[in-house]
């Protein structure tokens, strides 16, 4: 006799699984997701609910943890974390993803039965639920999303570098999901069925849910999903047909399929094997080509300069939270310091990668200014290299993303009525 299928999980249950390995194991949720094998088994809408459910946990969780206070006497002891999180979950059903009160109750009370460390901790999470699922609704209405959103360290930088108004924006962009935004192997072609709407820089977005995998042109290699700001480092060395590129860091090689459709000969360079391996993956499936050089970017140097280098370094990606919500529950002062140092050490092995009136290009997805302005502007002070400012024509006529100096800042809040876009640093420089 055949043995039964094992059912379906619990997408509840997944959630909580990935939002402790967010919260309480420090680990991304990307990461997470792919070693999940219960995640993996979910049918496709169940999977989609998990997701959604964890994303917009860590999107409000500063409102949700707000919520859940008002019901606790003294906060859970450090054992209590996973019904902590169990708690986020269904207040953030509640409160945001309208599910019905009975349902988000009564599933969240049945998980915390089904878990042992979870059984002493059934009686508060239906006493705590049961008073938010009546309160929830009237204590949001009166928060300050942004502001509770938003890590404290991450407000008070991003108040310094752009002021207090930009910093609500830049915590507003943050609550809402990005869309989709794709960048066309060939410009003028966009599949049939596709849709879309058409950015000034050139990217195809789309307000599309679920796998990419299955839209049109997918499968033929006629896109490749890319934020519209991650599109823009490539498209400042202008024409680069038969010109020499080096991609640093080049995993998973958006930039390098960019120069590789505009028919430049491109290094990708990478330091991660596995990424390395995806970088090839994506390129096979676009038909591109690339030469694949494993090795880190700090230490391999080419066999002469070549006149275009691109340095899209290892940063905070505090530019991406809009995409991805962890980040901003992941990410540490402390690691801002340690990237900057690697940063400093990549530009530095970069400049000698350039030959002299070659250009350089250094971009960081980070909205940090030790990551974005602060390197450029040390290694100017070194001598050697002078910048060449970005005119906003080249940026699809995006001019507030235009700095003073001439340098590309740009922040979740710009494009705002469209939907936003990443938080990019970008600076272009010639070797003297």
Known sequence: MAARPAPPPDPRAVALDLLGEVLIRHEPADEALDRSAEAARLEPRDRAFALNLVATTLRRLGQIDAVIRRFLDRPLPPRGAEAQNLLRLAVCQLAFLQTPAHAAVHTAVA?????RPLRPYGGLVNAVLRRAAAEAGTIVAAQDAALLNTPKWLWASWA?????????????????????????????????????????????????????????????????????????????????????????????????????????????????GERLRQLAANLERLKLEAE??????????????????????????????????????????????????????????????????????????????????????????????????????????????????????????HLAPLGGMDGFYIARLRRL
């Open 111 to 115: 998980l915390a039965g089904a878990r």
């Open 160 to 272: 310094g570098a752009y002021g207090e108004e930009t910093a609500r924006r830049i915590g507003e962009a943050h609550l809402a999901e990005a869309p989709l935004d794709l960048t066309l192997k060939d410009p003028n072609r966009v599949p049939a069925g596709l849709g879309g709407e058409r950015l000034a820089s050139g990217s195809l977005r789309l307000r599309h849910k679920g796998p990419v995998t299955a839209l049109p042109g997918f499968a033929a290699g006629h896109w490749w999903v890319q934020d519209a700001a991650a599109a823009l480092p490539a498209r400042l060395f202008g024409e680069v047909a038969g010109r020499r590129v080096i991609d640093l860091c080049a995993a998973p090689g958006g930039k390098t399929a960019q120069l590789a459709a505009a028919g430049a000969e491109v290094v990708a360079v990478e330091r991660s």
């Open 292 to 413: 694949l050089v494993a090795a880190d970017a700090a230490e391999w140097r080419p066999a002469e300069p070549a006149e275009a280098v691109l340095l899209d370094a290892p940063c905070s990606s505090t530019g991406t939270i809009r995409r991805h919500p962890d980040v901003a529950r992941l990410k540490r002062p402390a690691d801002v310091a340690s990237l900057a140092a690697l940063q400093a050490r990549l530009l530095a092995a970069a400049v000698h990668m350039t030959r002299p009136g070659g250009t350089l290009i250094y971009c960081a997805c980070s909205l940090q200014p030790e990551e974005g302005p602060a390197q450029v502007e040390a290694l100017l002070e070194g001598g050697g290299l002078a910048r060449v400012p970005v005119a906003a024509a080249e940026i699809g006529g995006l001019a507030e993303a235009i700095t003073t100096e001439g340098d590309v800042r740009t922040l979740p809040c």
